[in-house]
T-cell receptor, first 115, second 111 residues
Framework: DTGVSQDPRHKITKRGQNVTFRCDPI?????LYWYRQTLGQGPEFLTY????????KSRLLSDRFSAERPKGSFSTLEIQRTEQGDSAMYLC?????????????FGPGTRLTVL | QQQVKQSPQSLIVQKGGISIINCAYE??????FPWYQQFPGKGPALLIA?????SEKKEGRFTISFNKSAKQFSLHIMDSQPGDSATYFC??????????FGEGTQLTVNP
């Protein structure tokens, strides 16, 4: 257990529905990252926050995806009008400002299945 | 565009053997190279990492070898154990930014 928690762990939804995932980073970690991992592949970067500011977004993050970190603590990732291609594991990672070695600690992930 | 290439895709070794996984990168801005271990249904867990100012780092049975001029790095697992059976990902980071992962290597250690 790294101290990063994600909720829910599993989500099954029908195509066209909206879903929201939550990530709670390690306390006082100011950087929070979202990645997506499909079966048999390495995680791919989606977006990251430093405190409440969203500093970078991947081209993978279509306009159906939105992420927030309103108080610089937990973060949410919302997918609107889900598609079958959105089925994947969504991973959250956090990193402290004092880390000089870019150590990102991952949560257990949320597995999304779109039917 | 895949910026970190990892091989082999899968690896089977006998208990007590040495497991070797290789990665190559393109972006010279990368300055931190971690390896992650992932078990089914779990998130990746940081295993060991290296910065390009050293050529080797060892932690227990795990060693990273780094060749800056060739832009290659590798993970060696000595005395491999069945409990090491997992998927291993190399990654690379430009300072303080996002991780770029390799494609992963599925390691199986037979008893």
């Amino acid at each position: 257990d790294t101290g990063v928690s994600q909720d829910p762990r599993h989500k099954i939804t029908k195509r066209g529905q909206n879903v929201t995932f939550r990530c709670d980073p390690i306390s006082e970690h100011n950087r929070l990252y979202w990645y997506r991992q499909t079966l048999g592949q390495g995680p791919e970067f989606l977006t990251y926050f430093q405190n409440e500011a969203q500093l970078e977004k991947s081209r993978l993050l279509s306009d159906r995806f939105s992420a927030e970190r309103p108080k610089g603590s937990f973060s949410t990732l919302e997918i609107q009008r889900t598609e079958q291609g959105d089925s994947a594991m969504y991973l959250c990672a956090s990193m402290g400002s004092g880390s000089s070695y870019n150590e990102q600690f991952f949560g257990p992930g949320t597995r999304l299945t779109v039917l | 565009q895949q910026q970190v290439k990892q091989s082999p895709q899968s690896l089977i070794v006998q208990k007590g053997g040495i497991s070797i996984i290789n990665c190559a990168y393109e972006n010279t801005a990368f300055d931190y190279f971690p390896w992650y271990q992932q078990f089914p249904g779990k998130g990746p867990a940081l295993l060991i990492a290296i910065r390009p100012d050293v050529s080797e780092k060892k932690e227990g049975r795990f060693t990273i070898s780094f060749n800056k001029s060739a832009k290659q790095f590798s993970l060696h697992i000595m005395d491999s154990q069945p409990g090491d059976s997992a998927t291993y990902f190399c990654a690379a980071v430009p300072s303080g930014s996002r991780l770029t992962f390799g494609e992963g290597t599925q390691l199986t250690v037979n008893p």
